[in-house]
């Protein structure tokens, strides 16, 4: 999948680096503790998502130092940005049961649907709206809170 996908948008990455980030991704859902009931099928996803990303991410920066044109890379204001969102989002996190952030993760993260959710964790498909409505209430109440 990731090597049609590679010749096919173009964008120039390597198949075996998008195989191998999908394949660190499984193993730390693994290595956190998640159940599978089918791996293949989130393996399947997670490089789906993969390739998505690296096609959502694929905006050449190229900045020029006396004439020559070279790529370059994210504003120190931007980096900074980045951490600050990412320390509030690890911090709203812990607030969440490991069963609220798993769910959260297959879904914002890793951008699947209720039902592949489902087939990957075997849980009902209702249940998991339901903890997901409950994880983002609940860090919406934290955030309005301290505001």
């Given at each position: 999948?990731?090597?049609?996908?590679?010749?096919?948008?173009?964008?120039?990455?390597?198949?075996?680096?998008?195989?191998?980030?999908s394949?660190v991704?499984?193993?730390?859902?693994?290595?956190?503790?998640?159940?599978?009931?089918?791996?293949?099928?989130?393996?399947?996803?997670?490089?789906?998502?993969?390739?998505?990303?690296?096609?959502?991410?694929?905006?050449p920066?190229?900045?020029?130092?006396?004439?020559?044109?070279v790529?370059?890379?994210?504003?120190?204001?931007?980096?900074?940005?980045?951490?600050?969102?990412?320390?509030?989002?690890?911090?709203?996190?812990?607030?969440?049961?490991?069963?609220?952030?798993?769910?959260?993760?297959?879904?914002?993260?890793?951008?699947?649907?209720?039902?592949?959710?489902?087939?990957?964790?075997?849980?009902?498909?209702?249940?998991?709206?339901?903890?997901?409505?409950?994880?983002?209430?609940?860090m919406?109440?934290?955030?309005?809170k301290?505001?």
């Amino acid at each position: 999948m990731a090597g049609r996908f590679v010749k096919e948008s173009g964008i120039g990455d390597d198949a075996d680096d998008i195989v191998q980030e999908s394949l660190v991704v499984l193993w730390r859902q693994t290595e956190n503790g998640y159940e599978m009931q089918n791996p293949e099928a989130l393996a399947v996803a997670i490089t789906k998502k993969m390739c998505l990303a690296h096609l959502r991410g694929y905006k050449p920066v190229v900045q020029s130092i006396e004439g020559v044109e070279v790529d370059g890379g994210a504003s120190a204001s931007a980096l900074t940005d980045e951490t600050d969102l990412n320390t509030v989002k690890e911090s709203l996190l812990a607030l969440l049961t490991p069963t609220q952030r798993q769910y959260l993760h297959y879904r914002n993260e890793m951008g699947l649907s209720l039902d592949e959710i489902a087939e990957v964790t075997g849980s009902p498909k209702t249940s998991i709206k339901t903890t997901i409505s409950a994880a983002r209430r609940l860090m919406l109440e934290h955030l309005r809170k301290d505001l």
